[in-house]
């Protein structure tokens, strides 16, 4: 087991993605713990990776608010004795083209994709320090190179991806590298909120002819999540099935 006697936060980790990635942590010997706004589903996830024999615990956490997302940190600590292994993998999306933008969906998206991403690497990144061992991966986009109707989300991945860089240049003397993953359509409920026209003939646009899965992104995270990535930092992962090549 490539993460034995290894502990994991996993935000985001009640549904989609951030289940799978928690999920495959702990198949591989992590102790996770499962971080969402959604209490339920968080507590679900950890549940279901203990009954499969796995440790897992689960805290309730809006990243966007900076002590919600320290505490999540905490509790992954007192848990567990310590922290390795940060996943920041919470994400919203609320669309609107750029004119009718309204303020709300601008802050709401730009505090959690943005700031919590933010919020959850500073506090995880003080206990690796001292560690002087981390690994943090970040959740980006392929959005982040610009799409219509998500102005305010596609900044916050091209934010996270500078932020990674920035991160992996100011902590790599201390044994933590930063690194993102740009997943492309991926079949999740974020996705399936789409309009159906939209979603329509997608698999098609893609060179390798279908859309992901959440285990085709948590399998990257793993990697960059274990001591096999130990000289990749500042790097982002295009995991799109060749989608931005056409």
């Given at each position: 087991?490539i993460?034995?006697?290894?502990?994991?936060?996993?935000?985001?980790?009640?549904s989609?993605?951030?289940?799978a990635?928690?999920?495959?942590?702990?198949?591989n010997?992590?102790?996770?713990?499962?971080a969402d706004?959604?209490?339920?589903?968080?507590r679900?996830?950890?549940?279901?990776?203990?009954?499969?024999?796995?440790?897992a615990?689960s805290?309730?956490?809006?990243?966007?608010?900076?002590?919600?997302?320290?505490?999540?940190?905490?509790a992954?600590v007192?848990?567990f004795?310590?922290i390795?292994?940060?996943?920041?993998?919470?994400?919203?999306?609320?669309d609107?083209?750029?004119?009718k933008?309204?303020?709300?969906n601008?802050?709401?998206?730009?505090?959690?994709?943005?700031?919590?991403?933010?919020?959850?690497?500073?506090?995880?990144?003080?206990?690796?320090?001292?560690?002087?061992y981390?690994?943090?991966?970040n959740?980006?986009?392929?959005?982040?190179?610009?799409?219509?109707?998500?102005a305010?989300?596609s900044?916050?991945k091209?934010?996270?991806?500078?932020?990674?860089?920035?991160l992996a240049i100011?902590?790599?003397?201390?044994?933590?590298?930063?690194?993102?993953?740009a997943?492309?359509?991926?079949?999740?409920?974020?996705?399936?909120?789409?309009?159906?026209?939209?979603r329509?003939?997608?698999?098609?646009?893609?060179?390798?002819?279908?859309?992901?899965?959440?285990?085709?992104?948590?399998?990257?995270?793993?990697?960059?999540?274990?001591?096999?990535?130990?000289?990749?930092t500042?790097?982002?992962?295009?995991?799109?099935g060749?989608?931005?090549?056409?």
């Amino acid at each position: 087991m490539i993460l034995k006697d290894q502990a994991a936060l996993v935000t985001g980790g009640g549904s989609g993605i951030g289940e799978a990635t928690a999920k495959l942590l702990a198949e591989n010997g992590a102790a996770v713990m499962v971080a969402d706004w959604n209490e339920e589903t968080a507590r679900a996830t950890a549940e279901a990776i203990t009954a499969a024999g796995g440790k897992a615990g689960s805290v309730k956490c809006d990243v966007s608010d900076k002590p919600q997302a320290v505490a999540a940190v905490e509790a992954t600590v007192e848990a567990f004795g310590r922290i390795d292994i940060l996943i920041n993998n919470a994400g919203i999306t609320r669309d609107q083209s750029a004119l009718k933008m309204e303020q709300s969906n601008w802050e709401q998206v730009l505090g959690v994709n943005l700031s919590g991403v933010f919020y959850c690497a500073q506090a995880a990144g003080k206990h690796m320090r001292e560690q002087e061992y981390g690994r943090i991966v970040n959740a980006s986009s392929v959005s982040s190179f610009g799409q219509f109707g998500q102005a305010n989300y596609s900044a916050t991945k091209a934010g996270v991806t500078a932020m990674t860089r920035t991160l992996a240049i100011e902590w790599g003397k201390y044994g933590i590298t930063v690194n993102a993953i740009a997943p492309g359509f991926i079949k999740t409920a974020m996705t399936e909120a789409i309009p159906a026209e939209m979603r329509e003939g997608v698999a098609e646009r893609i060179p390798v002819r279908r859309v992901g899965e959440p285990y085709d992104i948590a399998r990257i995270y793993l990697f960059l999540a274990s001591p096999e990535s130990s000289f990749i930092t500042g790097v982002l992962i295009l995991a799109d099935g060749g989608q931005t090549l056409v």
